[in-house]
Each structure stands twice: as structure tokens, then as C-alpha cells.
């Protein structure tokens, strides 16, 4: 028998056949909290690749809350997209119904495919929900730049982003924020997308240049930060990388954790995704806390201590960085199991 499915707490498989909704919701882990994730809606070859997905990105966000001593768990819920919908609200809607009935066990966000109005829609059907009001790209963009900033101080000794140059894949609202903050910061950025307009227009705003979809991985640069798809570092891709620095907001960076140990073989230095992309559910945590803009700010930046922190606890050929972000989330698990 397959037991590979039954990783974390829970799985739901979500179906409303009157509205065309299938979905998966998968809580990972609720030691710190409720579970907190996005809900992503994006196209699915069938219900395992669905499942798999939900459950591989719920596990990271686990460590995500954990790294950044948020008092969430991790959860993830995915809507398959099986095409243009009747009624997107209806859907959406009817989502938020199956959330509901997790009793506050998940509590779901923005992600690929969804946006605050999705959300909205969530919570008029019963779900308790983040993101609905506010769009948390921007501080997962700043949350980035301060990781950059700190991985560009451990590798050269000055944090200055003066001269270096940043490639930043995908222009959507974080990578455009993003190329904002670095081209801002001095950096020469490179940007790249699916959509060539999008990618030009960014470019444009930060005096950047082009680059193109598939030649991401071979384009020498000093930081490359993926803010779009997953699994960008892969069998095809890791040793093609041109770069010294990998700092991006995408989810599931690498195809497999093995990279993480071909990445340092290569003298690259990896920021594992989960300790970069905090910013927006530290953003989420201020909301529901009811916390100022001060605190914010500040504690999005301190994503910057903690790359300095993972970066400088790795040891070249025993310790990945990947390895020293992992032990700093199970220390956070560790400490609130024995607490409670």
C-alpha cells in the first residue's frame, strides 16, 4: 500500500459539482496555530498531482511561520482550474464554504491564481480569512530585498546592492515591487516573464533589460530571484545557473532538497524560499494582530538578520543553508510542543 499520501494532519478534497469547484485543502502541521496558506488555482493533470502539491507546499509553509516565529501552523489549499467558470464568485464562495466547515483549523490567503476579492468572496461564505483587504506583495517584496541585501553582505562582505544585478523572474505584483526596491537600492535588474509586455514594462519603470523566458538559467548575473513558478532549480536547470546568489519569493525553489547541497558544490549561495518570502504572512500576522506599520516594517526587514543567521550557521560540505533554515523552524516546533 502507497502511504506516501499521509503526510501532515489532514487532507480535504473539496466538490461542488453544481458550481464545477474540486479542491484540495491540506493542513501540514497546527503545533504554533491554525494553519495558514494560500489557496492557489492553477490547472492540474489529475487529483494526485493536486493533492501532492497542496501537501508539498503546506509542509513548507510550516516552516515559513515557524522560521519567522509566527504563531500559525502551515496549511495549503489548491482549486483546480479546469477552465473558464460560469460564475467565478459561486465558486469562490463555495470554497470558502469547505473552509468554513474546518472550524478556523486552516485559515486560507492570496497565492497564485487568487486575489483579495477571491478571498472576500471566501469569507461571505463563512471562512476566516487573510488577505481579503490588503495585498500582501509588497511586503513579501520588501522581505525579499532585505534577504538579497544580507545574502549580498555574506558573500561580498558589503551590503550595498550598487552595481550588483538582480534577475528577477516574474513581473507580477511581487517581481514588480521587487525590481522597484532593488533597482531603488542601486541594482542593475534584469526582468523575465511569460507575458514579454509585462516583463517590458517593469524593465522600463526600473531602467532594466529583457530577458527571455528560456534563458533565465544560463544569463550570468549576481542574485537570480525566481518570483514566479516552482521548482525552478532542476535537473535541467541547476547546472546551467549562472549566477553567485539565489533569493526569490516563488514557493519551492528547488525540485529536490538534494540541490541544495549541488547549489553550495557550485559556490552558490542558496536562500532557502521559506525564510525570503515571510514577509507576507508576517504582513497577514500584523493584520490580525492588529499591529502598526512600524512593527511591520521592521519585522519584515528582520527577515534580513535571520539570511544573515541561516547563511552564517552553514558549513561548506556539512551544513547546507537549506539545512541550518530547516533546523531553525523544527527549534521554533520543538520549543511550542514542549510549552504545550
Known sequence: MDFSFWTGEQVVVCHDRSVGLRAVIAIDDTTLGPALGGVRYRPYADAEAAIREAQRLASAMTRKNAAAGLPFGGGK???VDDGPVADRAALMKAFGAFVARCA??????????????????????????????EDPSPWTALGV??????AVRHVDGNGTLEGVSVLVQGAGHVGASLA?????SGARVLVSDIDADRAQRVADEVAGSVVAPDAVSTTACDVYAPCAIARVVNEQ??????CRIIAGAANDTLADAT???????????????????????????????GSGQDWLRAEVLAIGERVSLVLGAAEPGVKTPLDAAEDLARAHLGRAAVAG
Do not use: Q
Open 259 to 289: 540541490y541544495a547541497g549541488r547549489l553550495a558544490d557550485r559556490g552558490i549561495t542558496y536562500v532557502p524560499d521559506f525564510v525570503a518570502n515571510a514577509g507576507g504572512v508576517i504582513h497577514i500576522h500584523a493584520l490580525r494582530a
Open 180 to 184: 522597484r526596491l532593488v533597482a531603488d
Open 77 to 79: 489549499a489548491v482549486i
Open 237 to 242: 536547470s541547476i547546472d546551467a545557473l549562472a
Open 104 to 133: 478556523g483549523a486552516y485559515l486560507p490567503g492570496v497565492d497564485m491564481g487568487t486575489t483579495p476579492a477571491d478571498l472576500a468572496l471566501m469569507g461571505e461564505a463563512g471562512a476566516t480569512v487573510s488577505c481579503h483587504e
Open 145 to 150: 530585498s532585505a534577504a538579497i541585501h544580507a
